[in-house]
């Protein structure tokens, strides 16, 4: 459940209901962890935080898109092993 935080006044419950409803509409496939919603008389600040999407890494090895290298037999290995390692 997302931590909710109302500054500067208050809101009736459905109207803090209809912001977090706004904001998982704007963002269907991620989590909100926390929302701020700030009034400032008639006007309404809303901020908020998604929580990390995780992600596996996807790296193109000698050719091949790979998430990891474990399924490899040791001749790719040892390709992977002694290629060229390029720095930023």
Request: hydrophobic letters at 30%; zero cysteines.
């Amino acid at each position: 459940m997302a931590e909710i935080t109302v500054k500067g006044g208050t809101l009736p419950q459905e109207e803090i209901n209809a912001y977090m409803r706004q904001i998982r509409e704007k963002n269907p496939s991620r989590t909100v962890e926390s929302a701020v919603i700030e009034v400032d008389g008639e006007y309404v600040n809303v901020s908020y935080k998604l929580e990390p999407v995780s992600f596996e890494r996807v790296r193109r090895i000698t050719g091949y898109l790979v998430g990891t290298t474990d399924r490899w037999n040791n001749a790719k290995r040892a390709e992977e092993r002694d290629r060229v390692k390029h720095q930023i």
